[in-house]
């Protein structure tokens, strides 16, 4: 059933002023309004919804018509009845499926004088007809008849509406009751339209207690028919006749509409889901509630939506699933992906268990790393790989627990959650399901929807899932779950210790420039409606942008940066000026505009007091320059460049550790006493924190007061210890990478970080010196340059 929705009406074109006794009529076929009865009103003709739009528009009423021939789809004013009903418009909707409703209340009868023209729609001048009550003692009797009658249909219908028999027992005058029992009776258009002409009030009321009496007599032999099965029959066979019987009532009162074939078809549909034991007997149970209500019925377009949901959902496992090539799959993955060995070598060895045990839980993977980097792109890999339908569920953003469980029925609207959803949408129970950006949900006033996916990826629980809607398990134990970050930070930890994370780091340059000669060049060209043949770019413009343009862990900006270079190569094709154009290096400052990135390693550690450390963020690796100078003081410190409070203390500690040996090292104790300190990380908008900084907080402090530069070539990471030790640190290999990147030809790191060489690119591996510290006097040996510098005047602050 479609789902009704309020209609604005603005948008209808104006029309030519109506006269003050003229009226907008809609016509209908096989349907008759009356007074003082509310009832819906479908419209889909053209000329119909312009009739209604018009109406609700200028707040008008309507003149409901009923039409002599309802085969006619474009009526004119000689196809028309001449009395009708004026309507008031109570309520405006659309449905799904572009068809208009209106609520309308009849409030009186009326007689077509004369049909006008120059509207898009029917217009008549009309005289109203007043309704007038009479009280005499015969009109009474036939009132008291009438009520009389109609309270004993509605008892002996099966389905009656509810509050019928209220409504009619309340109903004070006898023109209403006559004209509201005509409404509600089972009887031909033809015979309503007389009665709706009929207006003296006894003629009236006579004509229906005739036709309802007929009614009567057909209900009551219906009853006593039933009543005799009954006794005689139990079981199926009684639930058979009763359900025939429903039906030939329900024909006879107009209320099957083709209903015995939707509850047909539905039937067949549920024998062939192959549902569980336990759902096929919920989806029998409501398709017998479905069957017993009324089509008007408020609740059977909920019925009908939750049983369409419970027979498309693929409950079954495919007959023979598809067998998994692992050289195939080591090809797919080479091709969509260049680099990322260990990244492939961990999903072949994923998709080798599936493929020996594919009844086994397999673990849940997590790609994390920075955007760009081909996260979803190797999740697509995978079912290509597999043979199974991709599916993409994008947590971002997701606050509403019911997002993941869905709603439950009781709400208007509800659905099933997003991963229902995508199951239905992949069309199978084994298909590869991305959930994309799992580390940006967030917590609601509707609850935790990180919560609701312990259930969803746990292999222990996932087998009974439970969505809201559905109110029965479903089977998630062999869907293959791949879920993407960018930071672990924001997962909480027991939904982080649900899944396998595989962390993928930001490309080298080499990389970047293999994936761009090999993908992005040719995915651009395509995109531009351009060929390698009439648009060329040759590797050292590709270098250039990698080098001078862009800076980022992934590839997304370079792409951006590649189509600019090809949409300005492609005007020349487009306007034939050119037949071929190759892009070279000089012409990226046309296309692209000046460099945006330059190497100033060399000149932002040229003076003491400045270190260059190395930091991780969320895109990958970058270099960053500790400032410090010294003014005289009191030994206050002063930190500046929103630094977080571990970073801050990491200052601190750096501070103490060189005043602890600064006899040692040739440094004046009293210096501390007499200046005040301040140090500076740049890029003050930017926020930092960690520890990692602390090697090169100690190397500006020691620089400063030895007055001896720090090499411009090297850069350092490391936490400290007040005991001088150098400690482990995250995130090495995009610390190394940006380094390089960066024209950085030595790098200092803590020696318990030795495990992570393997993992740096061999590529950079040989354009740089590693020094591996124990202590930070390993540092001031390998990181300070030889001789002193000049001293500058005190309180000069030591800037690039």
């Given amino acids: ?78 196809d028309m009845h001449r ?62 008849n009438l009520r009389k009658q109609a309270l004993e249909t509605v008892a002996l219908l099966p389905q009656a509406p509810q509050g019928l028999a209220d409504a009619i027992q309340n109903i004070p005058s006898a023109s209403t009751l006559a004209d509201t029992v005509a409404a509600y009776i089972d009887i031909e258009p033809a015979q309503k339209q007389e009665i709706l002409e009929t207006v003296a009030l006894g ?33 199926r066979q009684r639930e058979h006749i009763l359900r025939e019987q429903m039906a030939a009532i329900q024909r006879q009162l107009g209320e099957d509409d083709g209903k015995s074939e939707e509850i047909a078809e539905l039937a067949e549909k549920i024998a062939n889901a192959k549902m569980p034991p336990e759902v096929e007997k919920e989806a029998t149970k409501e398709l017998r509630r479905l069957e017993r209500m009324p089509e008007g019925a408020a609740e059977h377009g909920i019925i009908r939506t939750y049983l369409d949901w419970l027979t498309e959902l693929p409950w079954a496992l495919p007959e023979k699933e598809p067998e998994i090539d692992i050289a195939a799959a080591r090809q797919v993955l080479d091709d969509d992906h260049y680099g990322l060995d ?29 955007p760009g980097v081909g996260k979803t792109s190797l999740g697509q890999s995978i079912a290509r790989a597999m043979g199974r339908p991709f599916v993409r569920v994008s947590l971002g953003g997701v606050h509403d627990e019911a997002e993941i469980r ?84 924001t997962i909480p930890g027991p939904l982080r210790d649900r899944m396998e994370i595989i962390t993928l780091a930001g490309y080298t340059a080499e990389e970047k420039l293999n994936i761009a000669r090999k993908y992005l060049v040719k995915r651009q060209l395509e995109a531009n409606g351009v060929t390698p043949e009439q648009v060329e770019i040759d590797d050292a413009s590709l270098t250039a942008i990698i080098e001078y343009y862009t800076r980022e862990a992934g590839v997304r900006n370079l792409e951006r940066e590649i189509g600019k270079t090809i949409r300005h190569a492609a005007v020349s094709i487009a306007d034939g000026t050119q037949t071929h154009v190759s892009i070279t290096e000089t012409d990226l400052a046309d296309v692209l505009g000046g460099r945006i990135f330059e190497n100033e390693v ?31 003081g009191n030994g206050r410190l002063t930190l500046t460049g929103q630094l977080g409070d571990v970073m801050k203390e990491s200052a601190q500690a750096a501070l103490s550790l060189l005043r602890s040996r ?116 390993d540092a001031l040996e390998h990181g ?16 690039s």
């Fill in 1 to 78: 059933m479609a789902t009704l929705a309020d209609k604005p009406v603005t948008d209808a074109p104006e029309y030519p002023e109506l006269p003050e006794d003229a009226i907008i009529l809609v016509p209908v076929r096989n349907f008759v309004m009356f007074p003082d009865v509310v009832l819906p009103l479908s419209v889909n003709r053209p000329m119909s919804i312009a009739a209604a739009q018009a109406a609700v528009q200028g707040s008008r009423p309507i003149g409901v018509l009923a039409q002599r021939d309802p085969a006619l789809d474009k009526p004119t004013g000689n």
């Fill in 83 to 144: 009395m009708g009903t004026l309507a008031n418009v109570l309520r405006y909707l659309t449905a799904q499926d572009d068809t208009h409703h209106l609520i309308v209340q009849g409030e009186s009868r009326f007689r077509v004088i004369e049909f006008l023209e120059g509207w898009p729609f029917l217009v008549a001048r009309v005289e109203q007809i007043a309704t007038v009550d009479d009280k005499s003692p015969e009109i009474e009797a036939r009132t008291i």
């Fill in 203 to 235: 003629a009236r009321l006579d004509k229906v207690s005739r036709l309802l009496e007929q009614r009567l007599q057909v209900l009551r032999l219906s009853a006593e028919i039933g009543k005799d099965v009954q006794e005689t029959l139990t079981g």
């Fill in 342 to 370: 260990k990244i492939k070598r961990r999903i072949v060895e994923y998709l080798a268990v599936r493929k020996l045990a594919p009844e086994g839980k397999a673990p849940i993977l997590c790609f994390a790393g920075p």
């Fill in 406 to 489: 869905g709603h439950r029925r009781t709400y208007i609207g509800a659905l099933p959650g997003n991963i229902i959803s995508a199951i239905r949408k992949a069309g199978t129970r084994d298909c590869v399901m991305m959930l994309d950006e799992i580390d940006k949900m967030g917590r609601g006033v509707q609850g935790d929807p990180s919560a609701a996916m312990l259930e969803v990826l746990d292999p222990e629980q996932n087998g009974t899932f439970r969505d809201n809607y559905l109110g029965v398990p479903f089977d998630l134990s062999r869907i293959v779950f791949i879920a993407t970050a960018n930071m672990l930070d």
């Fill in 602 to 632: 060399a000149q932002r550690t040229s003076v003491p007091g400045v270190a260059t450390g190395m930091a991780w963020t969320s895109v990958g690796g970058d270099i960053l320059f500790i400032e410090a100078t010294r003014m005289p």
């Fill in 662 to 777: 600064a006899e040692r090292m040739g440094i004046d104790p009293k210096d501390f006493e007499n200046h005040d300190i301040h140090i500076h990380v740049p890029a003050g908008a930017t926020p930092k924190d960690g520890p990692s900084a602390g090697v090169a907080m100690f190397m500006a402090l020691s620089s400063l007061f030895l007055g001896r530069t720090i090499r411009s070539d090297t850069s350092m990471t490391g936490e400290i210890s007040l005991r001088g030790l150098v400690l482990p640190v995250g995130g090495i290999k995009e610390k190394v990478v940006a380094a390089a990147s960066a024209g950085i030809t030595q790098v200092m790191l803590p020696a318990r970080n030795k495990r992570d060489y393997d993992d740096i690119p061999a590529s950079t591996r040989d354009k740089l010196k590693f020094v591996w510290l124990e202590k930070v006097e």
């Fill in 784 to 799: 300070l340059d030889p001789a002193p510098v000049a001293a500058e005047p005190e309180g000069e602050h030591h800037q």
